[in-house]
Structures are given as C-alpha cells and as structure tokens.
C-alpha cells in the first residue's frame, strides 16, 4: 500500500509579512518527502500566491470567505498590504470571524480523507483561536512566529502587562522579561503607547496571547544560538516546547510583488556591485511596508552625500504620499542630488523593490541601514552584514534593541518617524559601521560570526544536524507521536 502523505495546514494572518515566511516554511516542509500542505486563506491573498508558488510545486491552496465591509473595512480589504494602518484592528478583529468557515474547512479535509484528520494545524500568532478549532478534532496545534524570539517576547510582555501605564517615567522594566534591560517610550508603537486595556488593540490581544499556551508548541523563525533570551522567555510562559526552525527564508526574490516597475533586475545590481570595492557599499531600505518623513529623508540624503560612501538605497514616496506612486526626486531629496550621484557613479537609487538577498550576499556591501524587520535581520545576519537599525513598527524596535545590546552587530540610528534625526548623527553611525573604527570591526567580525552560528544550524550532513533541524524533526515527531497515541487510544 502506499504511504499516506500526512496533511500539514497551514494559516497566516492575511499580511504580506505574514504569509511569506509562512509560504517559505510550506516550501521548506514539502521538501520532506512525506508531508503534504494545505496552506488556507481569504479569496484575495490565496490568488496573489498563487503565481508565486514553484511549479513542481504540490501545495493545495484553499481559500476561506471573507467579507470585508462586514468588518468596517474598505470593500475587497484582505491584506495589510496597502491599508492604512488604523484600519489594520478591524482586518484582526475580522479575522476571528472565520472561525466557523475554518472548522468546515477542516471538518471537510477530514471527509475527504475518509476520516482521517490533518496531521497539524499551523496556525499564525494572531489566530489564536485556531487552537480551538484544531482540538475540537483533535488535532495538532502549533503557532509559527515570523518574528524573532526577543522581539515576540517584549511585544508579548508589553501587551500583557502594560508596563508603561504604571509608572510616570519614560523608561521602564518589563515585569516579567527583565532580562531584556529597560525599554523607552520611544520604542512602543502607537497603538502600545496609547493602550489603556480597554482600547480594541488591548482587547484584541486580551483575546488572543491567553490563548497560546493551550497550543501544542511555539515555532520561531528563528536560531536557537542567537536567541536564547527571547525563547527562555516563551518556554517558561507557555510551558509548552519552542523550536527554533530558523532561518527560513523565500530564497526567490519575489520580484512580482513590486509589479512592473520593479526597480532593477539582479544582474544590473551585481555588475554595479562588481564596480565597487570589498566592503565599500551601504545597502538601505526600510522594508516594503515603511517609508520616512519627507523631513527624515533629506536630512538621511544628505548625510548619505557628505559620508562619501557608496549606496544603493531602496525609496519610496516620503509618509503622507501613496506609498506606490512615482518617485519624485527632485521634489523629495535634496536639489541635484540625484544628478550629482549619478555623475559620481556613487549610488543606486532603486524604486520600491531591489533584489535584497543577492544584494546582502554581494561582498562589496559593508553595512545595511534597515527597518531590522525581522526577515530583514535574518538575510543579513545569514550574509554577515552589519546592522544601522531605524526601526519602524511592531517589534522592530525590540529586534535593534537585542542586535545592539546582546549580540553586538548593530548601531541604532533612529526611531520610527516622528524622529527629529540630523544628518551629522546619521554621518556619524555611518562612519563608525564603515570607516574601519574599532567597534565598526567588532561588529563586522560577530556578524560574521553570527553568519557561520546560521550555517551550522540548518547544518544536515554526515550525521551532523544543526539546531534548527533538529527542532524541525522535534516538532514533526511531537505531531506524529500525538497522532499514534489517538490511534491506540481508539484501538
Ligand atoms: C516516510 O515514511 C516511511 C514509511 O512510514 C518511512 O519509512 C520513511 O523513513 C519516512 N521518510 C522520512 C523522510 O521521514
Ligand atoms: C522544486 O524544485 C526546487 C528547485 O529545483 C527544489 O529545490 C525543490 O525541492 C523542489 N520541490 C519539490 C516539492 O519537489
Ligand atoms: C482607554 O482608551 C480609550 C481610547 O482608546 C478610551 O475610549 C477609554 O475611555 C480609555 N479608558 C480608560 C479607563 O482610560
Ligand atoms: C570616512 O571615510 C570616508 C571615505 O569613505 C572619508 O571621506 C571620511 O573622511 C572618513 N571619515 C573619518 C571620520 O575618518
């Protein structure tokens, strides 16, 4: 008889954030030979994958109904992607109204397989309530977080206590992860910053973080060595296993998301890059999400010309623009900037999208000034590429925060964008990442060590399996074993 294929289904919150690593770790799940994927969600989102997804590829996408306007979101709103960011509560509230759509969907997959269930539900850290869902069958359960381990772990800890609301000063501990060193006002999203616990975000992750120790474990994308702090933190709250799995990363740079004006092919970058000496490149972009101030940006423009550096920088229209409309330079960097590094052979100013892995990977780029997303960090630190941070949102603040002070590979630069930052400062961490300081070379030798940490840890041969494998074949044996323990209990 041939062997059943166990059934993985896999749901991400409906954010390009989200659903990329997800997909990166479906891709990386299917390589396994005896598992297949169900990857779910939203009409919208499942047709965008689609194209994406390798033609050898056999995961089955499934989508589950949604209706916006029933949420107070704009009609055919199925992604962060272009929302504004007020709105994004609604499209989380919304989200748990495809409870009853997803336990039909399950219940179906069961039916098909002549009831037989799915092996696991992965399910994404703001879908709590899939728990539920999959126990009810009893199935599997596991969270997969595309953040890192320090990061979720304050962003958790922050929700959960509020620890800004019990004291008058701009500079506090969180009670529960004082490990993590005291944390500014500076460094909460607006939304943290103004949660009272009674406000929709509060009652959104009022409702949703009580509901992941009841999962069956935590996967990271992330590297056991190099996060240490964060996870501890997880297996003592959860009480359930972590595994570190990490890096997982979509290895295609997926150039459609950009649509047709993606900025430049890869091979145009590597010749430029090929032009430029050893470690002579700042590589900047904040994500495909963020953009600066129009104030920030030419203060980050001029400073860029007077460090006398190489650059490729990754630009968007400055906040209070459509973040996808044209790129005006004259009006938004300073008067003949562009021409200027043009007749200097200087910089690349790439529109909207650049191909950051081959980028990373380039041995002429010496430092990266980055929104420390934390894929972001992860292609980085896998090149060994230090670190500018200039975080923007969500956890990104916690992520420069532990790339600074714990492993040592970052300088931080500035804070969100309401940050009052100078060029001469600017200049300054520029200098002291490229012009060969002494902490500038520290940090460019533990980036590199932090590189070959990454190497060893997806390490599979000749008997020898890295952290991030093991963890892997951790979290598939405990789904196998809770299936095999069903199956006797029903004998
Ligand atoms: C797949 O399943 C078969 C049969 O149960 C087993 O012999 C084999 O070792 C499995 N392969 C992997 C990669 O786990
Ligand atoms: C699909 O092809 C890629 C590239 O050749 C390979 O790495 C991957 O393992 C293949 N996937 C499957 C499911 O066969
Ligand atoms: C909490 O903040 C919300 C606004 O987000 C406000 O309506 C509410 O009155 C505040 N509650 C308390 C107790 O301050
Ligand atoms: C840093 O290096 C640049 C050339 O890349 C040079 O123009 C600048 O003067 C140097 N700064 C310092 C402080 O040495």
Redesign the pocket.
Known sequence: MEQRRENIVMFPFMAQGHIIPFLALA?KI??RENYSITFVNTPQNINKLRPSL?????IRLLEIPFCSSDHGLPPDSENTDGLPYHLMIHLLEGSSSLKPSFTKLISTLIDEQNGHPPLCIVADIFLGWTVDVAHQFGIFHALFSGAGGFGLACYHSIWSNLPHRKTDSDEFLLPDFPEAGSLHLTQLTSTMAAANGTDPWSVFQGGNLPKWPSSDGLLFNTVEELDQIGLLYFRQKIGKPIWPIGPILLSIDNRDRAGKEAGITPEFCTQWLNTKPLNSVLYISFGSQNTISAKQMMQLATAVEASGKNFIWVVRPPLGFDINSEFKADEWLPEGFKQRMEDQNRGLLVHRWAPQVKILSHHAISAFLSHCGWNSVLESLSQGVPMIGWAMGAEQFYNVKLLEEKIGVCVEVARGVSFEVRHGDIVEKIELVMNGTEKGKEMRRKACEVREMIRDAVKDEDGFKGSSVTAMDEFLNAALLMRKKKQMGAE
């Open positions: 891709l299917e390589q390798p033609p050898n590829s056999s």
